[in-house]
């Protein structure tokens, strides 16, 4: 996987949660859990920070997945941060923790921990799936040097696109920005993309070649490649794309792609039968 040299400035965060990499970076490290940035930071890293697009929507949260095998060491990790970095409790949500400056750090922990259950001292966390992280963080991950001397794994697009699907599946009724996203990474993939498409999909190429549509059938490729050791995972992302290539009247995600591109719904359920293809062709 490639390394990237990246600065505040492109990733438009303010220099200021340095400190609070610092404080997690400490506790990471004290606990011996490794990470990788996902969610919106993560696409921006692709976006602003690598390809100089500006993405549509700007957050200050801040998402990592965390690798967690033993229950003790998530409870560990989360009362250091709280105890001795300075971070505060997120009433609400037992898995997101407050810096001073009010930026919002989610720690989503994947890893064996997601059959055992998250026990949170003085909360009822229960248990927590996390569909795809563990399978993209085995896959493989880049990685990105912050203003030279922060270093993270960061999510590949491709792993992203397959998260947003899950996101979308699982809470369709308010995840309908997650689709957006993905038609973003969509329109730019094969920008973003060339060189390692060129050389490692020159089959999609003919006479009539659509550019958007060779990157979206990558894209399923990708996501093929990362979800094929799981049958679950592989199986819940080929049933959501079926759902919404059938027909148009049923085709949500194709309906909420339009309001991104301002097309029809017939160009995006193309698009996503490109997807769905290239899943199935790994």
Same mark, same amino acid.
């Given at each position: 996987?490639?390394?990237?040299?990246?600065?505040?400035?492109?990733?438009?965060?303010?220099?200021?949660?340095?400190?609070? +990499? %610092?404080?997690?970076?400490?506790?990471?490290? *004290?606990?011996?859990?490794?990470?990788?940035?996902?969610?919106?930071?993560?696409?921006?890293?692709?976006? #602003?920070?690598?390809?100089?697009?500006?993405?549509?929507?700007? #957050?200050?949260?801040?998402?990592?997945?965390?690798?967690?095998?033993?229950?003790?060491?998530?409870?560990?990790?989360?009362?250091?941060?709280? =105890? @001795?970095?300075?971070?505060?409790?997120?009433?609400? &949500?037992?898995?997101? +923790?407050?810096?001073?400056?009010?930026?919002?750090?989610?720690?989503?922990?994947?890893?064996?921990?997601?059959?055992?259950?998250? %026990?949170?001292?003085?909360?009822?966390?229960?248990?927590?799936? +996390?569909?795809?992280? !563990?399978?993209?963080?085995?896959?493989?991950?880049?990685?990105?040097?912050?203003?030279?001397?922060?270093?993270?794994?960061?999510? #590949?697009?491709?792993?992203?696109?397959?998260? !947003?699907?899950?996101?979308?599946?699982?809470?369709?009724? @308010?995840?309908?920005?997650?689709?957006?996203?993905?038609?973003?990474?969509?329109?730019?993939?094969?920008?973003?993309?060339?060189?390692?498409?060129?050389? &490692?999909?020159?089959?999609?190429?003919?006479? =009539?070649?659509? +550019?958007?549509?060779?990157?979206?059938?990558?894209?399923?490729?990708?996501?093929?490649?990362?979800? *094929? @050791?799981?049958?679950?995972?592989?199986?819940?992302?080929?049933?959501?794309?079926?759902?919404? #290539?059938?027909?148009?009247?049923?085709? %949500?995600?194709? !309906?909420?792609?339009?309001?991104?591109?301002?097309?029809? @719904?017939?160009?995006?359920?193309?698009?996503?039968?490109?997807?769905?293809?290239?899943?199935?062709?790994?």
């Amino acid at each position: 996987m490639s390394d990237y040299k990246i600065s505040f400035k492109e990733l438009r965060q303010e220099p200021e949660i340095s400190e609070m +990499l %610092e404080a997690l970076e400490r506790g990471l490290k *004290k606990f011996g859990i490794d990470f990788f940035l996902v969610g919106a930071v993560a696409r921006d890293v692709w976006m #602003t920070a690598i390809n100089n697009f500006a993405p549509s929507r700007i #957050t200050r949260d801040i998402d990592f997945g965390v690798y967690i095998n033993e229950n003790g060491s998530y409870n560990a990790l989360r009362e250091y941060l709280i =105890d @001795v970095e300075g971070f505060s409790p997120y009433k609400g &949500n037992d898995f997101v +923790l407050v810096w001073k400056g009010g930026v919002q750090v989610d720690l989503l922990p994947f890893g064996a921990i997601e059959q055992d259950g998250v %026990e949170i001292h003085g909360t009822d966390a229960g248990s927590i799936s +996390l569909p795809g992280f !563990k399978e993209i963080y085995d896959y493989g991950l880049p990685e990105a040097e912050l203003e030279g001397k922060h270093l993270f794994k960061f999510c #590949t697009l491709p792993g992203i696109v397959l998260l !947003k699907l899950m996101s979308y599946e699982d809470r369709p009724e @308010v995840r309908r920005d997650d689709i957006k996203d993905i038609s973003m990474v969509i329109t730019r993939f094969f920008n973003m993309y060339s060189s390692q498409i060129y050389e &490692n999909h020159s089959d999609l190429f003919g006479s =009539d070649a659509n +550019l958007v549509k060779i990157g979206t059938r990558v894209i399923g490729r990708e996501i093929g490649k990362i979800a *094929k @050791v799981n049958p679950d995972l592989f199986s819940r992302v080929d049933n959501l794309l079926e759902q919404n #290539t059938t027909n148009f009247s049923s085709s %949500e995600i194709a !309906k909420i792609m339009a309001e991104y591109f301002d097309n029809t @719904v017939a160009e995006n359920m193309a698009l996503l039968q490109e997807l769905r293809k290239g899943l199935l062709e790994v």
